[in-house]
């Protein structure tokens, strides 16, 4: 992918690219939040990110909220999603406003909802329930991201507008969002839970798809590969669209493949767009969240006590390691490949290596890089 600096200087000279204000489609509504947020970082590596949440602070706030009313919050929430999607939980700021103040956003309130109400059957671990809630809508928000992209690798052939034409045009019939980009949204959501995630987790995540309004429960019927390229391919026609055919571009010809014009692929580069977590969880009366990206671990230093351990196991075990050290400086694998094992400080993070055996890891902040502190099979290592 280019990097959007990149990309927004070279449609900055396109008359109308970029729209004035602050986002008209923005939801929720939550005042104060450009204070109260906090930007993950993603290292600058392509992959699939591993989510880390820091649960160490497992304290209620001093003041706590009864129940009854998280209840009440939470089920003005499900009313909100049943009319406005999942972007009643958290919203995408496309980089075609004029500001710099664009990306992701996501209240820690909707983790907190979507682990209560969405995920509570997935999962025993309130830790891994909250990293499906982010993952969800990461996801979901990452696509709205990809089409941003595509919209303005256009622009920069044809020349015009683009985005900004098509959102004049929505905001002209009362802000109505795009049912079918909401449909690829949760498509490509769901798609990325049946590739990476478990069964339960899954199915937590299409009955949430289904209560949602029109467009994003329609969803699953673009899920398969074929039906998937199709709907990227209608969805981009939306944004191409009036300009593109003054300009005598011919993208309706069945021999362009517009759906590569999305940078999805394997996986999109999370760290090309910022992420940011507003913190809103005093709301709840629940402890505050810390989110880490972690991609990629290209440096690890083993401990005198890991080598002693190593050289006792046999040689493929040996030789799979060294392996999984090269493929962790590229990517990191789903989960439960890798895995969050013990909360720390610091924490420590499970690798799978062959026939049940597992390296522990631990990253050390400050130095920038990680340990590799135990390694043996899965019983020894503590995972039962």
């Not at 999607?85 to 496309?94: D, K, N, P, T």
Request: proline content about 6%; aromatic content about 10%.
């Amino acid at each position: 992918m280019r990097n959007i600096p990149q990309i927004r200087a070279e449609i900055s000279n396109i008359p109308g690219v970029f729209r004035s204000g602050g986002d008209p489609f923005q939801k929720p509504d939550i005042r104060g939040y450009q204070k109260s947020r906090i930007t993950v970082s993603g290292e600058n590596t392509n992959g699939s990110p591993t989510i880390d949440l820091d649960m160490a602070n497992r304290e209620l706030v001093n003041d706590p909220v009864p129940e009854e009313r998280r209840n009440e919050i939470f089920d003005s929430i499900s009313s909100r999603v049943s009319t406005d999607g999942i972007e009643a939980l958290a919203w995408y700021s496309s980089f075609h406003f004029d500001s710099s103040d664009w990306g992701i956003f996501i209240p820690v309130s909707s983790l907190y909802y979507l682990e209560e109400r969405v995920f509570r059957s997935a999962s025993r671990s309130q830790e891994r329930r909250l990293q499906m809630a982010f993952e969800l809508i990461l996801e979901h928000e990452l696509f709205h991201f990809a089409t941003d992209y595509a919209c303005a690798q256009w622009e920069i052939i044809v020349r015009s507008p683009l985005w900004s034409f098509l959102t004049h045009q929505r905001l002209q019939k009362d802000g109505r969002y795009l049912v079918q980009e909401e449909k690829m949204a949760n498509a490509y959501m769901l798609r990325r839970f049946k590739q990476h995630g478990t069964a339960a987790g899954y199915r937590c995540a299409s009955s949430f798809s289904r209560s949602q309004p029109l467009g994003y429960r329609e969803a699953e019927e673009a899920i398969s590969d074929d039906a998937f390229e199709h709907g990227l391919t209608e969805l981009l026609k939306y944004y191409l669209g009036v300009l593109t055919i003054r300009k005598g571009v011919r993208f309706l010809s069945g021999a362009l493949d517009l759906s590569q014009s999305f940078p999805l692929g394997d996986h999109l580069d999370v760290s090309a767009c910022p992420i940011h977590l507003i913190a809103d969880h005093n709301q709840l009366g629940m402890p505050p969240l810390a989110v880490r990206l972690i991609q990629s671990i290209p440096r690890i230093e083993e401990t005198k006590a890991f080598k002693k351990s190593l050289k006792t196991m046999q040689p493929d075990i040996q030789k799979q390691w060294v392996k999984k050290k090269q493929q962790l400086a590229e990517h990191i694998p789903p989960h439960p490949k890798f895995e969050k094992f013990g909360k720390g400080p610091p924490p420590v993070f499970s690798i799978r290596l062959p026939r049940g055996h597992r390296a522990h890891l631990s990253p050390v902040d400050k130095e920038g890089y990680w340990q590799a502190i135990e390694i043996g099979s899965h019983a020894k290592m503590g995972h039962g």
